[in-house]
């Protein structure tokens, strides 16, 4: 199989899985309890939170350990919602959130959801390209404004946010700034002290870690209201008892992603270069996103005359593993929330098909796949009652 | 093999659909379904003593939509008019073990797809329309569904 | 080391680790994506989801995957109520939720917190060996009692709680009724059929599965308002792509459970009541919680003129891993409020060691264990200037 | 070796206590600490030449408890008592590597068992109390720390 849906998981990297393999029968401990295998389980964890922590210069005590990307974005956004809208209310005033239209729906739906119950939402558009403007989301800020949470990079089109621009605009009218990390943590270079980021959120799963793990950063001195209670781990943020085996495969994914971060995506760059120039040599096929500020290794297609899942399934026949959009979102019958943010018509979201390449990657998967797509496209064509 | 998402019988006929293709001069066309939406399905008839000597389709939509047709030409082929108007939606689905709920308006479609080509065919030869099926024509074409 | 903090958590069973191994470098699909690897996570999870179903008689399509006990109680309690919370708030009336006062913090945390935005809760009373009453719990329901979160069985004293009686109160009363039943799923046999329970909470590293995977088991027709947003998993109620790996070993640990369990309680029950009888051979100690409704494998001591904590270390100095109180507390200095909850003195409450068995502990392991804490008893009784 | 919650210091003098034990026909005894509370702490000393000749300790408590009272024998014995009253929690704390925020109150514990042993001694010789720890005796009284 030639697995180009990186974005949506990615293997657990050989080293990974060998870091975890003792903490699962051998040093089983809980970390909270005192007797020497649960300290032996606290000891991994906290050197497991540096190793986060280095990543994104920041200190480990500044690392919460979650299940992943969705409940640390959903922490973020409720924790520091909540922690504000108890005093908002009895002066009147309803907190404001300011985010843009192509965020994950782990951001969007958790900021819907809050405005049903009082608060304030500004959704900003993107440009079609997908970039958020820094000017707009400044024009965007009121008194009521507590926080913008702005993606690092977008999972479908891989386009590439102005995130220190936006940092300094928060920090100058004392807005708190959340960034949705997890398509770039451990992909792109990311400083949170220089870049003056409050929150962060990451994901295990994306890079080359195990499942059921990811991490919110909170710079310290921001207070969240926590969101899982109980016997008060994570600084009180986060109850239940912690994922030693995957919080140790997060922080060796995070020190393999240290190492080979520059080489790798410059490596992955490259050969979503060649895919791109050889697939839109296809008539009636574009690239959606932004041509040089997007992920090295995701490229996002519209072919006309066709339905994506078609060519999904079709590339899957052939041992290409693809997508659509987001995978969180094939049940779904919507069109695509991105695509439509950048502009494209609705039967034009239709036939999208994303390709995120990764560390297995190599040059000639991406030959084979160029073929493959090309021959597969023709074929639905040929089947297509609007292709003249 | 099936996809979790689809029975075997659906991904047989989406990896090789029967009937494929345009018909020249055909006797009756039916389209139905738009771009917007998701599916646009054409549906080509040859009609022989009343019944449906050949059967052929175009299809721009996803693999539930791309196999409905493939079944429906199945179906259809041999079948007098009368009969072959009667091919349901479930009766699609049946044949084809089944659809995920968000697709079985995927069958919908290619029986109504079917009975527009009828339609069609009755119209070209100016013979009087059965009143179920002039109905069913006047609710696709309010709906946009027609074309 | 001799294991017996089996309640704080288990060691992955051998089974369950080779069962899970595949899913991580492998078959390592997101399982909401259409591709072959996609779909074949998918599967692996939904077989998971029948075993753990079966293993309390309930269908697969109830059980929702969490990433532990904790997240499963925080949803079970919000998710009930805030399902109400809009509609009563309109009648100006408050939601009234009934607990007791010996749940574990994941319980007793989330009430505290919906206290603070608008609920109201009661805290039941439990006798000296921790059983809570059915007729106690009847008298507190009133019109606006929505829920009541009832443990199967409590995690440091061990008492099993009358989960049927009380089901059947909620039942005649048309209130949820939920069980925490961290400490029991897959040790004592559960039928959420016939006992009739509306929802209940399992974590996966409690019966020798992984950390970071739990459920909550939500009747067919119970209604809660979803915790995590997001891409929607899990029937909306809990979004964030699914932790395979983890919810293949919580599946098979359910069916080694299923298989063992009752030829496991009874040996654990067997070797509980020997420790129990030597160790109460020496004066000034007790047992804590009931002498037979209890978990086969949990034995929690009050000695007097010594400190838990002190004991807890000199134990593990000698190789046996034991436990103060439940794992999670350790850092704080506050009583058991379980302790307290059975009449103990606070002074008493100082004095407690659990011991916590589990499936490879042996015979031998607890004759030394005996000898070991006679010993270390002892010792610390001879540093103690108050024994005399 | 160190305990994830305890440093080395605090864990070697947990296990091997130096100086424990009661003492017979002490010059004096101080009282600390209240089991409700958790740890108490008995410190005995002999005085000679206004010196601490020997100390010895009990106490029924956490490790913290147990190797604050042991370091502080050790650091007691020998000095004059203006130099042993010095001794604070900090400087126990410190000689022990360091204690978790949540058991820094057992240096307290220790230092102020030291304290009340001296008053306990100036009292039984019928000694005039120093002023400084006439107040420190008081408080803890007050507060009903000390027996
Ligand atoms: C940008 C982004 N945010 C959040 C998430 C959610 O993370 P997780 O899958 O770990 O819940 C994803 C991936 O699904 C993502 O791509
Ligand atoms: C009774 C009880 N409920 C809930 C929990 C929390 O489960 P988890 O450790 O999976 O968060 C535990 C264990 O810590 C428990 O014993």
């Known amino acids: 199989?030639?697995?180009l849906d990186h974005a949506a998981t990615t293997p657990v990297a050989k080293e990974v899985l060998k870091?975890?393999?003792?903490y699962f029968s051998q040093m089983y401990g809980n970390a909270s309890s005192l007797h020497s295998p649960g300290q032996e389980a606290r000891k991994a964890m906290e050197e497991a939170r540096e190793s986060v922590a280095k990543l994104i210069n920041a200190d480990p005590d500044e690392i919460v350990f979650t299940s992943g990307g969705t409940e640390s974005d959903n922490l973020a956004i409720n924790g520091a919602g909540f922690h504000v809208f108890a005093r908002f209310r009895k002066e009147g005033k309803k907190p404001h959130i300011i985010t843009s239209r192509i965020e994950h729906p782990a951001i969007l739906?958790?900021?819907?959801?809050?405005e049903g119950i009082g608060f304030e939402v500004t959704y900003l558009k993107v440009d079609k390209e997908g970039m958020v403007d820094p000017k707009e989301l400044e024009k965007a800020i009121k008194k009521t404004t507590i926080l913008a949470s702005i993606m690092h990079a977008n999972n479908e089109i891989g386009t590439i946010e102005p995130i220190g621009e936006i940092a300094k605009v928060c920090r100058k009218h004392l807005v708190l700034f959340h960034t949705d990390a997890v398509q770039t943590f451990g992909k792109l270079p990311i400083d949170v002290k220089k870049l003056g980021i409050d929150l962060l959120s990451a994901s295990g799963h994306k890079l080359y870690g195990p499942k059921g793990v990811g991490c919110l950063y909170v710079r310290r001195g921001v207070k969240l209201a926590p969101q899982a209670h109980g016997g008060g781990h994570e600084k009180g943020i986060r109850s239940g008892t912690e994922n030693i085996a995957g919080i140790v495969g997060f922080g060796k994914a995070c020190e393999l992603a240290m190492g080979?971060?520059?080489?790798?995506?410059?490596r992955l760059e490259n050969l979503r270069k060649r895919l791109v120039r050889e697939v839109l040599k296809m008539p009636n096929s574009r690239l959606n996103g932004h041509p040089t500020k997007r992920l090295p290794g995701n490229a996002n297609f519209t072919f006309d005359f066709i339905e994506g899942e078609s060519l999904l399934l079709r590339l899957d026949s052939r041992g290409i593993a693809a997508s659509t959009g987001s995978a969180c979102s094939t049940k779904k019958l919507a069109?695509?929330?991105?695509?439509?943010?950048?502009?494209?018509?609705?039967?034009?979201?239709?036939?999208s098909l994303r390709l995120t390449l990764g560390r297995q990657t190599k040059g000639k998967d991406i030959d084979f796949t160029i073929k493959a797509i090309r021959e597969e496209v023709e074929a639905l064509r040929k089947m297509s009652p609007l292709k003249r | 093999m099936a996809n979790g998402l689809y029975s075997e019988r659906v991904m047989k006929h989406f990896r090789k659909p029967h009937n494929l293709g345009k018909m020249k001069d055909p006797d009756g066309v039916g389209k139905i379904g738009n771009r917007r939406c998701g599916d646009v399905m054409w549906i080509y008839i040859r009609v022989k003593a009343n019944r449906i000597a050949d059967i052929r389709f175009q299809t721009l939509g996803c693999a539930a939509a791309i196999a409905s047709s493939s079944i429906l030409t199945d179906m259809a082929k041999g079948k007098s008019l009368e009969g072959a108007i009667k091919i349901t939606s479930k009766g699609l689905a049946g044949e084809l073990g089944g659809l995920p709920p968000v697709k079985l308006h995927c069958s919908v479609l290619a029986a109504d797809a079917l009975a527009e080509a009828i339609y069609d065919?009755?119209?070209r030869r100016k013979k009087p329309v059965p009143k179920g099926l002039q109905k069913r024509h006047d609710t696709l074409k309010e709906r946009g569904e027609s074309h």
């Open chain 1, 1 to 3: 199989m030639i697995y």
């Open chain 1, 19 to 22: 870091a975890m393999e003792p």
């Open chain 1, 109 to 114: 739906e958790t900021c819907r959801h809050l």
């Open chain 1, 260 to 266: 080979d971060m520059k080489k790798e995506s410059s």
């Open chain 1, 335 to 351: 069109p695509s929330h991105v695509l439509t943010a950048i502009g494209l018509k609705v039967e034009e979201t239709h036939g």
């Open chain 2, 121 to 123: 065919y009755y119209k």
